[in-house]
């Protein structure tokens, strides 16, 4: 069984950082595109950012881009999220999904029956 497991979040001032982490289980790790979405209340799910594994490809959302920085340790089974810069807007619950798909500058997580969301991980930034 595919196994997703944020960690990580927290309260932050506006302009500070966190680093938000993805331990994964269930499955060939290195095979896989994992990627971190968003959801703020009210709001619809946002694609954040995502990493092919096997070749360290990564691709962001346009909100988060020169911010944020996506990358995983193949050793630990676990993909990072490295927020910077962080703003008020970027609170929201953040989850970890597998797999991640690239559709144009759309960011895409699993479709219904394949797949696995994590539990979600919130992060709150503060004025």
């Known amino acids: 069984e595919m196994q997703l497991v944020e960690s990580g979040g927290g309260l932050v001032q506006a302009g500070g950082s966190l680093r938000l982490s993805c331990a994964a289980s269930?499955?060939?790790?290195?095979?896989?595109?994992i990627g971190w979405f968003r959801q703020a209340p009210g709001k619809e799910r946002e694609g954040v950012s995502c990493?092919?594994?096997?070749?360290?490809?990564?691709a962001y959302g346009d909100s988060v881009r020169g911010r944020f920085t996506i990358s995983s340790d193949d050793a630990k089974k676990t993909v990072y999220l490295q927020m910077n810069s962080l703003k008020v807007e970027d609170t929201a619950v953040y989850y970890c999904?597998?797999?991640?798909?690239?559709?144009?500058?759309?960011?895409?997580?699993?479709?219904?029956?394949?797949?696995?969301w994590g539990q979600g991980t919130q992060v709150t930034v503060s004025p």
């Open positions: 990493i092919s594994v096997p070749d360290g490809t990564t």
């Open positions: 269930g499955f060939p790790f290195d095979g896989y595109s």
């Open positions: 999904a597998a797999p991640c798909t690239v559709v144009g500058t759309t960011l895409l997580g699993p479709s219904s029956g394949f797949g696995s």
